[in-house]
């Protein structure tokens, strides 16, 4: 069974950094592109990034372009998200998705199976 | 702000048929990308639904199917029961912004 257990959310000042961590296990990590996507409370979806299977294709919105970087270890079958300069506006719960392909930037991937999500919460 | 606009909610009796549009522009849906489909449940994490406009993954009942024309996707959810009751987003790629994007998301209430 495919399972993605994200961790690293919490209560975090503005300006400050915080590491989320997707730990993924039930499949070949390193055959497929992972992506990060969050909701922000009583909002919608809003998809933050995703990196290839080899790390050689990354993507971001432009809403953290500059600010996030996204990375993965095959090795340790894992997924990670370095967020700096947090804002307010990135309080949301954080999700770790699975692509079905080994590429990003591609016009058709989906994202399945998706994990349980880590809150962030960005205040003073 | 999302790309793709969605009716905020929808709603019908049980065994009704419900449908949730998509709208999106030349740039996502128009350029002739895929849509996809998640429904997400109360208090839980977003769930495939449909997937390359029309496909159902396996264990996805086949009250639930979609399609896709021009700038526009569509969601039907026929026999409408009361485990219905979620979110159901669309998602697809924008070349503009070369990247992912999601609808605003409809809620769909069985009364």
């Known amino acids: 069974e495919v399972q993605l257990v994200e961790s690293g959310g919490g209560l975090v000042q503005p300006g400050r950094s915080l590491r989320l961590s997707c730990a993924a296990s039930?499949?070949?990590?390193?055959?497929?592109?992972m992506h990060w996507v969050r909701q922000a409370p009583g909002k919608g979806l809003e998809w933050v990034s995703g990196?290839?299977?080899?790390?050689?294709?990354?993507g971001y919105a432009d809403s953290v372009k500059g600010r996030f970087t996204i990375s993965r270890d095959n090795a340790k079958n894992s997924l990670y998200l370095q967020m700096n300069s947090l804002r307010a506006e990135d309080t949301a719960l954080y999700y770790c998705?699975?692509?079905?392909?080994?590429?990003?930037?591609?016009?058709?991937?989906?994202?399945?199976?998706w994990g349980q999500g880590t809150l962030v919460t960005v205040s003073s | 702000q999302s790309v793709l606009t969605q009716p905020p909610s929808v709603s019908g009796a049980p065994g009704q048929r419900v449908t949730i549009s998509c709208t999106g522009s030349?740039?996502?849906?128009?350029?002739?990308?895929?849509v996809h489909w998640y429904q997400q449940l109360p208090g839980t994490a977003p769930k495939l639904l449909i997937y390359?406009?029309?496909n159902r993954p396996s264990g996805v009942p086949d009250r639930f199917s979609g399609s896709k024309s021009g700038t526009s996707a569509s969601l039907a959810i026929s026999g409408l029961q009361a485990e219905d009751e979620a979110d159901y987003y669309c998602?697809?790629?924008?070349?503009?912004?070369?990247?992912?994007?999601f609808g605003t998301g409809t809620k769909v209430t069985v009364l």
């Open positions: 390359g406009n029309s």
């Open positions: 990196i290839s299977w080899n790390s050689g294709s990354i």
């Open positions: 998705a699975k692509d079905v392909y080994p590429m990003v930037r591609g016009p058709y991937n989906w994202f399945d199976p």
């Open positions: 039930g499949f070949t990590f390193d055959d497929y592109a």
């Open positions: 998602q697809s790629y924008d070349s503009s912004l070369s990247g992912y994007v």
């Open positions: 030349s740039s996502n849906i128009g350029a002739g990308y895929d």
